[in-house]
């Protein structure tokens, strides 16, 4: 696919972020919206795993952290086909596996997630395992940048560079919010680069709506030998929606009916942009 | 060296799990020892020395050490994630319930020095909390063995489990409580000595106390029945409702706060 396809996917994966988090009357619509491209890049472009190929023992793996940002994860998974896309239908709806948080009950879910601070340990240990085993599949994890005050991730960034995890790579969805405002207002990460390099880590800075470099940056992994990767995908919470972006007020926040349609509309006019 | 009642005393059941989990080792290069810094404390040095490719070392970290051994899990590994009872339940608590027990991940934890086994050293490194804390977790079975036999059998068992286990012993000698021929099996509690006045159910450790009482009570003129619930979770409903039925009094005796542990799982069965 060319990038301008895979920029028409990420605006279709928005329309649906949008539309299965209106249908259910909940979900995490900033994060969703501004993790959207990175998924796009990795479920197309970059990780070897398919629905047929799921059970592989040498698939590579996705583990989302930010597991809150599900409905991201599974309008991708829809498009790949792990699932119909009808099943999205029952989003949170009581019965349903389709919940507010990733499980494994979803088909392509690795590992069940939305508590923050949990998905690089998982991930350390996949990679751990793959190394033993002299297998050369490769593990992602997403984080968003507000998750980042959690300890647990600190003590999986040492783990990861004492083990020379170059098979490991974090993307941080560095999108400056979260649910109570900015991320530097409510517990500063900054120098967020300094600090992971610090911890033994290759960092690299990238613009997390930009499907070229998204795609040259996990392309190069990994980025130095015997070295864990971690991709700062610098993005915008709420992306493709004007009133939405960088606005912490709608990390859970649903669209109403005018608000929604607006949105839709821009969606729109965003796809016939690139396809003109 | 015999006790009062000519038991034989036998090796620290932590010594026990480590042999165990060193033959396991030796025969499937799948099995891991995953360790926060406690190898000496978990008796895991030769394990080390042999196996070097099977223990994985994390540090200071309890909650790495859960999240670590639930991914390695998930690639077919048969992990034992080992460190002091008492770190290790409460401050990776929410690894435990998410990572391992909701994911449904096979870890096995092994919760050493657990009880009180820590003495002097202070309620920090207590563990009177941790049977409550994980009967309260879904999707984790809790085995507490109560001699040398019993810890040796609940090790190799685990491997086979495949969802996640809790085992937790302490570092004391203990004495042997059973017999050639005894079958343990997960889930089913032993009967160690028959009687109809009371009956004692225990857990772990306090097993051996709880079969000097009978000792005891018997010269009193007082039959008593002492059953091992080496397996908290589940529990062995049974047992308990026989035990009811047949005897005038039960007794629960573990190394665990009143609140939460075996007692209160077999008044449950019993209100």
Not at chain 1, 97 to 118: D, F, I, S, W
Not at chain 1, 205 to 230: K, Y
Not at chain 2, 210 to 229: D, F, N, P, W, Y
Request: charged letters at 20%; a negative charge.
């Amino acid at each position: 696919m060319t990038d301008d396809e895979l920029r028409l996917k990420s605006i279709y994966y928005r329309k649906n972020v949008l539309k299965y988090i209106k249908k259910a009357n909940a979900g995490h619509t900033g994060g969703s919206l501004s993790c959207v491209d990175i998924l796009n890049v990795l479920y197309n472009r970059i990780l070897n795993v398919s629905p047929e190929t799921f059970a592989d023992p040498k698939r590579d793996r996705y583990i989302q952290s930010k597991g809150h940002s599900v409905e991201a994860l599974y309008v991708v998974l829809a498009d790949k086909g792990f699932f119909p896309e009808s099943d999205l239908e029952t989003l949170c709806r009581y019965g349903s596996h389709y919940v507010g948080h990733p499980t494994r009950k979803v088909n392509g879910v690795e590992q069940n997630t939305g508590a923050l601070g949990h998905g690089l340990a998982f991930s350390v240990g996949v990679a751990i395992s793959a190394k033993k085993d002299n297998a050369d599949y490769k593990v992602y994890t997403l984080l968003g940048d507000g998750e980042l005050a959690e300890g647990s991730n600190w003590e999986s960034l040492l783990a990861a560079a004492h083990y020379d995890l170059d098979n490991l790579t974090a993307i941080i969805d560095r999108n400056n919010l979260q649910i109570t405002g900015k991320t530097e207002d409510v517990c500063d990460i900054e120098p967020l680069a300094a600090k992971c390099k610090a911890f033994g880590w290759r960092v690299e800075n990238v613009d997390g709506h930009d499907i070229t470099a998204l795609t040259d940056v996990l392309r190069a992994i990994p980025l130095e030998a015997g070295i864990p990767n971690m991709v700062i995908a610098n993005t915008t919470k709420g992306k493709g929606i004007s009133f939405m972006e960088n606005d912490y007020k709608w990390h859970h926040r649903v669209p109403d009916d005018k608000q929604y349609r607006q949105a839709q509309r821009e969606l729109d006019a965003l796809l016939g942009e690139i396809e003109s | 060296m015999k006790s009062e009642a000519g038991l034989k005393l036998g090796k620290a059941n932590l010594e026990v799990f480590s042999e165990t989990l060193l033959s396991l080792a030796r025969q499937n290069k799948n099995v891991l020892a995953v360790t926060s810094d406690s190898r000496g404390s978990g008796k895991l040095v030769p394990f080390a020395a042999c196996v070097p490719e099977q223990i994985i070392e994390v540090g200071i970290a309890e909650q790495n050490l859960v999240g670590i051994s639930a991914g390695l899990a998930s690639t077919g590994k048969i992990v034992y994630a080992v460190s002091p009872a008492s770190f290790l339940t409460a401050r990776a608590l929410e690894q435990i319930k998410n990572d391992v027990c909701y994911s449904d991940q096979p870890v096995k934890l092994v919760g050493i020095s657990a009880g009180v086994s820590y003495g002097a050293l202070g309620s920090t490194h207590h563990s009177t909390h941790d049977l409550a804390v994980l009967r309260a977790v879904n999707n984790i079975t809790i085995i507490v063995p109560a001699d040398n036999f019993e810890t040796e059998e609940a090790i190799k068992a685990a491997a086979t489990i495949p969802h996640p286990v809790y085992i937790r012993f302490g570092k004391r000698p203990m004495y042997h409580l059973h017999g050639p021929g005894t079958e343990f099996q997960v889930g089913k509690s032993i009967v160690i000595r028959e009687g109809t006045d009371i009956t004692f159910i225990a857990t772990g450790e306090t097993v051996y106390h709880a079969l000097m009482a009978s000792r005891v009570l018997e010269e009193k003129g007082q039959t008593c029945r002492v059953i091992s619930m080496h397996t908290v979770k589940p529990l062995d409903v049974e047992a308990v409702l026989h035990a009811a039925h047949d005897s005038q009094a039960l007794i629960t005796v573990e190394e665990h706060s009143v609140s939460g542990g075996l007692g209160e799982a077999c008044a449950a069965v019993l209100a």
